[in-house]
Every structure is written in C-alpha cells, then in structure tokens.
C-alpha cells in the first residue's frame, strides 16, 4: 500500500488523557482511536493487525475440530436469571438496556450486553443434544463482550468493549473434558508463540472459582501487568497469587525456592465450568445407557485487544512498535528519502517487485522530509525497512533494518528479495 | 466437513414464533438460532454464508479504494448531540446503556449503541484530515448495529442487532463526490449479481431526506418486501412509492405507463450527506486557495443478514433453499444412502478426492435413513447434490443434482470433477 493514500496521519506528541505505552504508541502510529477508556477504534493498521491474530487464533481452533458461530451481543434475561447471573449484585460489569416498548424506551423489557456466553450457547444447544452420540461440542466465535469496567486506564488491555475469542466445550466424561482442556492449553501456548510472546508467556494455576480446584490463565510477562504471578522457569509453569499459599504450593509440587515474583498481563485463560450451566439452562443427552446426563464444560477465552496491547507492551522501544512478522500489517516498509528523481523510480520498481512476490509491503511514498519519514517508520515499527536515497542510490545499495535486532545491513537491489528470504519472512 | 461432527441439527416443524420464510427456512435448517425477536446466533453453517457475502463485499469495497476500518458500538453522547442525533425524538431506535459509575450501574454516565456511524467517524477523522491533498477519504467497515425496532417479524430481514457493511465517503467537490457516488452505486450492483439477485435487483429513486434531491436505494423484487417500488424494466431502474408523484416522474424521465407497482427487499442504499456531519462535528481541511472548507459526505449501507434473508426469500422452495455457489456454506453435498459397505468406501474416496480438488463438501456420512438425509439435503440447500447408494454403485454411476434447475444426471465417479468443472463451479 501507498502510504500516501492511507488516511491516518501519525503524530508526535503522547495523548494527554493515556498512561499505557500501548494506547499511547498505538494512537500516536494511527493504529486506533479512542472513543472513551476502554473503548477504541480500529483503524486501519490496528485492523490488520487484528485480523492477522484472529486468523492465528482462528486456525489453532479449527485444528482442535472446533466449529465457528456467532452469537448475539443482546442478551434475554431469563437465561441469566436461570443461572443466577443477571442480577448485578452477582455480576458486577454488566451493560443493561431495554426494548422498545413503543412509548418509551427506558421503561421497556431489559435486556443485557453479553460480557460471555455460556447461558445463551448451553440454552440454544437445548436444540441440537440429544444423544451422547452428539458430543463431544466444541464450539467458538469472535465476538464482542461489553463489560462496565469501574475503571479502564490500561489502554486496550482492560476494555469495556472488545472482541473477544471464546471457545466452549461440551463433553460427555470428565476424561474427556480433561483431554480437550489440555489439547486446548497446548493450542494457546503456540498461539501465544506464534504472535511473538512465546518466550514471555507461562501458564499459571489459578483459581478454579465454585468449579474446580484450579483454572489456567496464560501470563504474558510484563511490568504494564495487573497481576502477579510466581514463575517457576525451569519448570516453565506460575502459580496467581490469588491462590498463592504453603499448602497449594505443596500440592502442586513447586519449590518456593525456585519461584520469582513477577508482574505479568493475563492473555489467556481456560476454565472448567462442570455441570453448572448444563444444569441451570437444562441442556442433556441421553447417555448409552439410557440414563439422562449433563455434559461437563469448559471455557477458553483469549480476548484480542489486550493480545494486541501485550505485543506492544512487550516488543516496543519508547519511539515505535516492534511488530512480530506474523502479526505486523505489512512485512517491508520501504522509504524514499527526498532525492533525485531517479530515487522514486528506484523505489516504485522495487514496490512492484516486493509486492508481486507476496510480501505486504508499505511504501512511504510521501512528499515530506528525511526527519519526518524515519520518525514515522520507527513509530509504525514494520519488521524490515528499506531505504531508498541519493546516497543509496550512489552506492548502488539499499538500506535494509531489520526492527527486531536493529540492525541496518546494505544489500544491492538485485538481492533484496534472497534476502528478506533469508530472513525466512515472506 | 463430515456432516456426522456438524454439531447442529435439522428439524422438521416451522418454528412457531416466526411468519417470515427466510427464519423458517434457516432456524429448520440449523443456519441460524433466534435469541428473540430481530436478534438472531450464527451457527456454523449461518456464519459460512455470512462470511461468504462478507468477503465479496471487501473485495468490492477495496476495489473502490476504500480503507477497513472498525469502530465502536458505545458511543459517547457528546459527539451525536453535536448533530442532534442523540434525543430519543429525533433518532426514535437508540437503544441506550449507562456506564458504572460505582454505586449504582443504572445512575453513570448514560451511553448510546451505535445505529449508525457518521458522527464518530468525521470525530475521529478531525485528527487525520487536514489539507485538500488527503482526500478523498473512503472508510468502511463489517460491524454490528444495534437499532431498537418496535417492531421486528421479517426474520433476519429487519434486525435489532446485525452486522451491517458502511461505507463512508468524504470528497473535497461535489464534482469528486458524484464520481465516488456512482462508482459505488456500480458496485453495489456488481455485489447484488455476485451473490446471485442480479436479475431481481434493481437502483432506485427514494428520499434524499434533508441532505439532497435523492437517495438511492437497491431494491429486490420479493412477495416478502416492505416496499413498494414502480419498476421500469426497461431501463432498469424503479422509484420508491414514498417519492412516487407526477412531478417527480418527470423530472426523472420515468413514463407512467411503463411502470409496475411491485414489493421489494431494500438490500442496499447509498445516500449523499452533504456537509450536515462534517460541520456538526467541525470537521474541515485547507483547501487549496487557503480557505477552510467541509468535506462533502456520502453513506453507503448494506445490512449483511437481511442479505443473507433476501437470498433465501428470493432463491428457495418451501422444502428447503437454494444457495447460489457464492455464497453456499458448501458447493457440494455428497449423501450416502443406507447400503454395502462399498458405499461408504466410494463416497469417503469421493470425499478426499473433491476436497483435493479444492471443493467445499458437506459429507452426509450419517447413520440414518435415506428419507431423513434427502429430506436434510433439501433443506440445506447445497448447489450440487451427490447420492452414493447401492443403486448407484451397481449402475457404476452417481446420481448428482443441481439444485438450481433440480435436475438430476448420471455421472461416473471418475467424470465427477469434470462434471462439476464444466458446470464451473469450483
């Protein structure tokens, strides 16, 4: 894409009203707009980068034999009531709104704003269990939550409106639950690495709630995170501090000694729900015995926006991002520096040519100045970039920077597609 | 896919709270789920054909130059007081929320949920637009809608929460305006053949509302419309009943005598806005001569379900519908009927073979009786129906149906794929 047609402009200054790096870089490069805390736009940048994590995520729930759905934002209270959870005093971050009634709109039914769906997904199965031969379910969407956070000042870290992936499975055993939660677990661990924070990513035992004796929550580590965690790293494993004592430690074999205190931002977690849902919204099969059972669940979550937010957190410099290859919205960003004319000659040449061989690439095609350009490129932060100037030109060499180790290398037009090869990124 | 791990099933009887075709149809067929009125889950195959005529229409949209982008369902009231929108009197299917202020969820802040996206979106463009020489600017987006119908019984036609595509434009002259304008109308044309209403659809004169002479609306011929259009087929255009008088038909050129008064589906509109927004929200650039100027503003809706609705109103008996391949959740159902053992190896053969082709098969490998998978086959509605059957397999011959024309050929296993390519479809 010509970066001379893409609308956002970048700017110079920090929001005044963001505290978190991430909002900070990400408003300052275009990536997103913020409406009010916790809710953002996504511009057009921020929207591929988004949708390059779905489609990472997406493929992860495929390979696990999930099956995609969408389910509604608008949520009928009696499934909550069921459930117990349409009552603020036990949910506490609802949305409510109501129908039309055709007087007044504030005095109609009330409705909720989904912040998850297992009543509505346990209630609309009602229709399509039946026999033990129907399960296992797994089922999954991106779908907007609403959630009446008090307070948002993490950026798009803690939203009060985000897209989130949610995966739920059904199981007729306890063995077979358990068998899919760890193909699951496994399936969010290369998720986490496959967008650049697979180094820096634990899984964490932490509370089980009413459910379980423990759930598992994905702990990316990060000074921006809300939560503390204690990492064990030869054994690759932490433990929240929301269940941190002498006897869970022993039970989960962890030697105190070996254990470091750290912050860290929770990008995942999986949870086992038992019966409870099953129960309240009486979803059953008929088992081969003929007896009538509730299948066990499981919930999966990765919300997207605070995945984007921790990538920046985690893999930026105070003057621009550190966009992973398999994540950034365009590979190359290649720059003209203002020069002779046969620099943008040069340089539209070599757009074609990176282009036709199915690298994305971003070609700063601007009228403005050398200062502005590289401000601008080290702000959007793509994995390569390329310059292209009258002294480039003169040496017959391009500029080539790799972002994640900063380094700049020198390589002749003619080679620069063996070496971004080499580079393995294409 | 194996139809025995779709984890949704058929049925038999019309759900009974639904008058509208299009809900019968797909709530029977597992398409879709009703959570209630106008407010309707995806299920997998649902979500396969909203995908489908989701990406034609990004491919359309990117066509035309325009930028993806994602913005907000909660909406700041400031920004749609600056325009008047926000009072129930004016915009009259807001459904509203409050934010959580910290004692009580219902006293905070009072929210709106987007119905529409012109306000934010000129309020976030004040940061990016600034000089004559960054426009035009064309910006859309896939997002949910929510709008507090009083009344909603056309199914998925008319929802109270729904993804709709918009498209906004933004033009330094009207000159350029009009340009972009009729672009787009051409390719709302080319969208509405894509997903096979072609020959039923057609522009149409209606309202330009306090912004300019017309809008212009995109109009399916359907028993189940909530319009009234006079069509000219000639010329293939057609004029909305609510600007239908004899001073406008002349000043459009229509003869009275060529027109027909028909019901039709209202698939798209494209409306031209003026400066009304951009002033509202003081969005304006430096133009050329150094003046300040407001952008002018075009709209440009299509609401994805009631697509997806129109397709099914328009294209399906009363046994099942009868998807276009565009936009079929599967281009091929291939059904075994109850038989020897070789059935069952031919049709999985079969299976591998077209999906290496490249083919989306749906692969009715259930255990159930011939009449319950034909009578599912028809329901679901996939272009090309394959039967493997004893009877087939002693003929050396498959029975393969287009749903289209219902027509039913013998083919030889081994002359499948060139059958399916000579029909092109793959």
Known sequence: MRQSQLFTKTRREDPKDETAKNAKLLIRGGYIHKEMAGVYDYLPLGLMVLKKIEAIIREEMNALGAQE???????????????????????????????HNGENFHAGSELGLANTHEEPLAAMLVNHLHSY?????????FQTKFRNELRAKSGIM???????KDLYSFSRTEEDF????????????????????????????????????????????????????????????????????????????????KLAEVKAIEVGNIFPLGTRFAEALNLHFIDEDGTKRFPLMGSYGIGLGRLLGTIVEVLSRDDGICWPVAVAPFAVHLVTLPGA???????D?????????????????????????????????????????DRTLAANQLEVRVNADQKTEAVAPDKLVAFLDSKQQK
């Open 178 to 257: 358990r068998d899919f939660y760890e193909q699951c677990a496994e399936a969010y661990l290369r998720i986490f690495a496959r967008v650049g924070l697979g180094e820096v990513t634990f899984r964490t035992f932490a509370s089980g709630g009413s459910f379980g004796d423990f759930s598992d929550e994905f702990q990316t580590l990060s000074t921006a995170g809300e939560d503390i965690i204690y990492l064990d790293r030869e054994r690759g494993l932490a433990i929240n501090k929301e269940i941190y004592n002498d006897d869970i430690l022993k039970r989960l074999a962890f030697d105190k000694e």
């Open 133 to 141: 031969r129907d399960l296992p379910i797994y089922a999954y969407q």
């Open 349 to 389: 040449d070599l757009y074609q040519q990176l282009t036709k061989q199915g690298l994305a690439v971003l070609y700063d095609d601007r009228p403005v100045g050398a200062g502005e350009k590289l401000t601008d490129s080290d702000l959007l932060g793509l994995p390569y970039r390329i310059i292209v100037s």
């Open 69 to 99: 759905l969408l389910l509604t934002s608008l949520q009928n209270p009696a499934l909550w009531e069921a459930s117990g959870r349409f009552d603020d005093k036990q949910v506490d971050n609802w949305f409510k709104t109501h129908l």
């Open 341 to 347: 004319t046969e620099v943008r000659g040069l340089a």
């Open 158 to 164: 803690r939203g009060r409106e985000f897209l989130m």
